[in-house]
């Protein structure tokens, strides 16, 4: 097997047949006529629906159920409860590894936050698997709930994130804060947001003796086949994972959750293939969320309005049985030079699920606070916010000191200010009135999410008739896996889309690493790239070790492969097609292998970011609070962009986040009960398509060397970041009011000057 | 043991709602997302299979909304001028697939403090029409409405439709709706004005209902009654006037928020307010 050097460009390719290209969605006709199937849509013959019976509170011990009642429901098969589950082989308590969360899989009797499954009725239909859960009628031994954030006893977590250190310094912030001619201190609050794909979290799940075909929505295949296999006891080869469609996942469809692993589990107690929805109020509770968080920021900068400290304290909050820290602090660590930087962290627990990671975990909440504070120190410096952001421009990363891999920032800035019109921007807040007398405000803020890589194998193969077939267990939730990915692998075998096949959304295929941190087209793509090469590597040795090809003796010159053709790179008259150096060898495939994974050396020299720009225009109603985005345009650059076309599709959804960030999500927490108030899509907002009437994503060219030989960075979430922070500063730009509880709803916005 | 039953015929379902007392099932859009996570055995009446209880017509002096008419129904009916705010309303209720289904008298029947369908028929003065097998009586909205998720309907009783005033004077009305996002909201306030203007411009009567604040959607009689002789004027509103109002904090705003709010809207209704 061979291994493409991540940091120079394969020998044997010529990109760009197909990488640059505005496909159409792959599966867009499919989706669009209701032909993709989703997880949900398969129902094996046999099946049994089961249904969760989850807790009303937040925290006790399940002391009652009518598991009678229940069972004595017509329909209803069987009841699955502590005390009456298929045995596991491994504690869902136990934690090997940093991706690995607690689950709660019916082990025992203890509540520990609200919508916990306490028990799963199965039955031969939904209604009465749904009725039965009714009947359940569970009783509980209450624990006052503790909810209260960031009240509560604090601590120092050991980590945030996967594995971030909880304190990180860089200078002496206490003496540039000393030293410094302005000083900012302010506080930012973020709330629990859950994820709410619009696909909820489902599983139809059939065993075959100790073999598992499941078909569940996941954005991680090999992770999810590897928990399975430790949880019940079987080889990974047994467990065979179909995600071909994700109806969304935003990280949390990443690690397999417990409703999953409970509708394996009630197949295996009812010998029967068993399907398990969650409803939407379930949502809120086992499959993760984003924890809400406290941000202190202290900033320093002197009479030029040069940063000369940055003071980032986080208190955030985990459960009371499992870590995860949102780590919000890492955006201070890389935007805005400064020559001291200190990020630190506090934590609370809560009766909740384990929140985990959602749409751009930490970036997204630490840079709606950053970019907040570093407008109201550019308003203190009398500075033009984005002058304020160029005077500190990061040349290097502050925090490491190391050159980045590649940094269009300052084109991003250029191209959207230039787009939006920014310089027109008035300096002081609540100088523009548009027709109807609403408050106008422009507002900006910086993107950027980290250039991530994970580990991936691919396989490629390219048949004796001049097709190929390229195979990987890539996941699509939407992003556009499929075109993509499905670009690069014909790309990488140098044929057109239609002459080969991609291959992906299952367990069974080679290991595409998870669809998470941005980095599935780099991470999955490097693997295809690889794979590619490796087969045309094969195919050149084969034509140029063959006297009777016009290719022999190219040596070291070598050849270029396109369009299905190898040519001898120093003399494009000559050359041969694939299917003639296959035919004339008899051999009906060439079969080849490629792996991708960080490259360690590039790691250690450079920091690797995508930027962009973004910049919003909101109305306010003077009189209501009532706000509307009325404008947002968006420039970002993240190295080679695969397909123009879907890539703007992640920028613009991103963005739509963004705006979600800032106007609209909130989980409420009655403190009496401890419960989401609104665990609902009625009351958990998400924006509607008539509130952003108007969205631009700019796609500014950047070139990167280092990252990866293809050049990918990652476009998946940094649309979030820079975005809610921009709409933020346009609302204090149209009112003069400075909102630090996000989400700004309308009644923060009234305040004693407009009555 | 629940049941389920569909008749065609108005006896039939007056005879079971006699016999069983069943919940009415019309639109569905309200009685569904109640029932998801704890379905009690109840009876139902599905009533969507009834014959002649969906065009909404004119007969006589008001407007027949009868009970399976839905909010989309209203929004296609042409209706005259004065009663603008109902086509409003029938625009902002929910999306247009709860549009399409949902009716009109399950809404007051649903009787939520929030229904957006309750003040303007309130401020329009509408009557409910009520049948059982008993025979059918008729009571003002304002008289059906008792609390949060209460009516006046009897057990054995069905709402068969609504009556709603033609205007007998040149008429103007609005609706106005309050919410944290354009489309698809549960509202903080909502509110409707009816005007009818004499011909010297001024106005000769004026009704007003606000929603959302307060266990059930109020009439403001004091607005209404500093209003008729007057010119459309926001400077007529007084604080006094939302007396009847009583909202709460909740998530989707806070009780000063929410009379701050329908002050604002009722002065912008009447300053939009152009005489019929």
Redesign the interface.
Known sequence: MSETPLTQASAHLRHGANIGQSLTRHEGALKVTGQARYAADHHPAGMLHAVLAVSSIARGRVIALDVAAAKAHPGVVDVMTPAHKPPLAQDPDEKTHPFMFRLDVLQNDRVRYPNQPIAVVIAETLEAA??GA?LLAPRYETEPARTDFPAGAHFTPALVGVADPAEAHHGDVEAGLAGAARRLEAIYETPAQYHNPMEPHGIVAAWEGDTLFIDTPSQGLAMAQARIAGLFGIPPAAVHIRSPYIGGGFGSKGVFSGPQVLGIMAARLVGRPVKLVL?R?QMFGPVGHRAPTRQSFRLGADNAGALTAIGHHTVTASSQHDDFFEPAGGVSHTLYASPAIATTYEAVRLDTGTPLFMRAPGKAAGSIALESAIDEMAHACAMDPLAFRLKNYAEVEPMSGKPFSSKALRACYAQGAERFGWAKRPLAPRQMRDAAGMLVGWGMGTATFPALMFQAQARAVLRADGTGVVETGAQDMGQGAWTALGQIAADSLALDPDRVEFRAGSSDLPDAGIAGGSAHTATAGMAIHGAGADVIARLAELAMGDERSPLHGAGNAGVIARAGRLFRRDDESRSESYVAILARAGIPAIEGHGKSATDPAAQAAYAMHAHGAVFAEVTVDP????L?VTRLVGAFAAGRIINPRMVQSQYYGGMVWGLSFA??EQA?IDPRSGRP??A?L??Y?V?????LPSIEAILVEEHDAHVNALGIKGVGEIGITGTAGAIANAVWHATGMRARRFPI???KL?GPQD? | MAGYSRPTDLAAALSLLAERRPVILAGGTDHFPARVAAGPAEDILDITALGGLRAIERRGDHLWVPCLATWADLGAANLPAGLEALTQAAAQIGGVQIQNTATLCGNLCNASPAADGIPPLLALDAEVELASLAGRRRMSLDAFLLGPRQTARRPEEMLLGLHIPLPVAPSRSVFAKLGARRYLVISIVMLALVAEFGADGMISRARVAVGACGPRARRLPALEAALAGARPDPALLRRAHLAPLLPIDDMRGTAAYRLDAVATLLRRALAGMVPA
């Not at chain 1, 009189?623 to 009532?626: A, E, K, V, Y």
């Open positions: 749904t009725e009714v409803r109020g009189d209501l609070g009532q509307r106007l609209h409420v108030m609104n609902n009625g009351e907002h924006p509607v398509n008539a509130d709803t309308l009644d009234i009555n």
